[in-house]
């Protein structure tokens, strides 16, 4: 059983819930070491009910690793996609190549 079944939470909805964790994690991990206090004082100022097992699920996710090599070998992997995302990757480039981003597209009405 997957720990989504066990709970009986939509795979979705798990998946928003543990981003909000991650990043909470991850926000910590930029000045200190996080521990589970610190993780769980950004989620509620951030406004997030916290969860006492999807923060265990996270510090257990993290357990003997290092969160700035996981971060690096995570760039890595999304600069080694191939495509830009959708959206402001080609703007973003052409400006960081001295050229200027075009407008954005005015509404219809």
Request: with cysteine.
């Amino acid at each position: 059983y997957s720990f989504c079944t066990l709970l009986r939470i939509d795979k979705k909805l798990f998946k928003i819930i543990m981003a909000k964790y991650l990043a909470a994690y991850a926000l910590v991990a930029l000045k200190e070491t996080p521990t589970k206090s610190t993780v769980e004082a950004v989620l509620k100022a951030g406004g997030v009910a916290v969860d006492a097992a999807a923060l265990d699920e996270v510090f257990a996710q993290f357990e003997g690793k290092d969160f700035a090599e996981l971060a690096a070998e995570g760039k890595q992997k999304i600069g080694a996609g191939g495509a830009p995302a959708a959206g402001g990757a080609a703007p973003a480039a052409a400006a960081a190549a001295g050229g200027a981003a075009a407008p954005p597209a005015a509404a219809t009405p």
